[in-house]
């Protein structure tokens, strides 16, 4: 294992391929879940929790992609306790989603 961007750890999935795993936060709503990954300032949403997962998922590559297309570092996250202990996080829902390695990249 390796110590990936946003605070999560990268390993192997099970096709061998690199991934990183990010921590997101799921907010109920009237509609569904909203849902935020704070390490890297990304918000989206899904009619629930597998769909919003899914959803974040795919906002997390894309935002990886652009840092790598721009050449530029993916911020440090922070420590999930940090967030954890914020209290105007006190009510969300914490998970993790698994993202594959943009193509390229060099692990940190």
């Given amino acids: 294992m390796y110590r990936g ?3 999560g ?3 192997e999935n099970q096709t061998g391929d690199q991934v990183m795993r990010f921590l997101i936060m799921l907010e109920q709503t009237e509609t569904g879940f909203a849902v935020q990954a704070p ?3 990304i918000a989206t949403y899904g009619e629930n929790i597998e769909a919003a997962k899914r959803a974040a998922g795919e906002a997390i590559r894309i935002n990886l992609e652009a840092y790598r297309e721009a050449g530029q570092q993916v911020p440090e996250g922070q420590s999930v306790s940090n967030h954890l202990e914020n209290p105007e996080f006190r009510d ?3 998970a993790y989603v ?3 390695e943009p193509q390229g990249r060099i692990a940190a």
Avoid: I, S
Wanted: hydrophobic share 55%; aromatic share 14%; no cysteine.
């Fill in 5 to 7: 961007a946003g605070g």
């Fill in 9 to 11: 750890y990268g390993e």
């Fill in 39 to 41: 390490d890297l300032a």
């Fill in 92 to 94: 969300l829902l914490f």
């Fill in 98 to 100: 698994d993202v594959a």
